[in-house]
């Protein structure tokens, strides 16, 4: 078993622990999003607005992986990419999150030694954990993973209200 030195906790662990969180933190945007949509209100608070990062101040590998997207989304003009940090636990942690014009998109997570905690398909508040060579792979076939249920998304589920 690895561990983490700095959080003494197997790295597995760890990186559930993190996978959680930003999980945790979709769900909750999310399902506010879904609240005004429903009450038929809209706000222009977009996810992790007060932790935005200027990605200069990014790990060497979290910029990696910021540049990738930043080359092959933001600059084919399908998507954006944006670069956050927040605390899980009391650890700092930098996420690179791709949003394309539709409701999909991918988010990678470091720590700040550039340590790779995650890599991630997402649609909407879904997220489908993979490793980091097939998370990018499906931004050139746009391809989703199996796991990631389009259906199981709080707009898809079937006791959404819709206009009559």
């Not at 990186?15 to 609240?35: F, G, S």
């Not at 990605?55 to 600059?75: C, G, H, I, R, W």
């Amino acid at each position: 078993m690895t561990f983490d030195h700095s959080s003494r906790l197997p790295l597995e662990d760890r990186e559930t622990k993190i996978r959680q969180a930003i999980a945790t933190e979709l769900l909750d945007y999310w399902q506010k999003r879904y609240t005004e949509f429903i009450e038929d209100r809209d706000t222009d608070e977009q996810i992790w607005d007060d932790r935005e990062l200027n990605p200069e101040e990014l790990s060497e590998n979290a910029d990696a992986a910021y540049q990738f997207y930043k080359e092959t989304v933001e600059m084919g003009d399908w998507g954006s990419v944006l670069a956050y940090r927040m605390e899980v636990e009391e650890e700092a942690i930098e996420i690179i999150y791709v949003v394309t014009d539709g409701d999909d998109g991918w988010l990678e997570a470091y720590d700040l030694d550039g340590n790779l905690l995650g890599a991630a398909r997402r649609y909407i508040e879904l997220l489908a954990w993979k490793n980091v060579e097939d998370v990018r792979g499906q931004v050139e076939t746009g391809d989703f993973p199996p796991e990631l249920n389009h259906q199981s998304t709080l707009w898809g589920r079937s006791e959404a209200i819709t206009e009559e």
